[in-house]
């Protein structure tokens, strides 16, 4: 179904272009179906930014769409349906059950 973007801070307003290589602050909400339980975040201790290849496919789809659409210094709360995050797969690892909406709160930090 797609993805709805909920901006918490305004960016710079210059935005990437396909193929850039962005680098995001990223936390995720959703574990067992429970919207308030993160399944990760880069700002955990022993983590770090997670950088990309935007719009090429690289990471879920709710993450492409939504991501070469914010500016440096954007954050922005990202609600995916199951088809723009992990489907029917999930990602038990994480505790994400198969066609689970999630949501994911990015702060894009660099472009390359």
Known sequence: MGFTK????????????RG?????????FGKNRDMSQKFWSTKDPGQ???????????????????VIGMSIGEVAKIHCTSDYAYGSGGFPAWGIQSDSE???????LSYK
Do not use: M, Y
């Open 20 to 28: 850039q290589e962005v680098t995001v602050h990223c936390t995720g």
């Open 6 to 17: 909920t901006i918490l801070r305004a960016g710079n307003g210059i935005l990437p272009r």
């Open 48 to 66: 770090q930014p997670f950088t990309f290849a935007v719009g090429l496919g690289q990471v879920i789809k709710g993450w492409d769409e939504s």
């Open 102 to 108: 999630l949501i994911f709160e990015i702060e894009v």
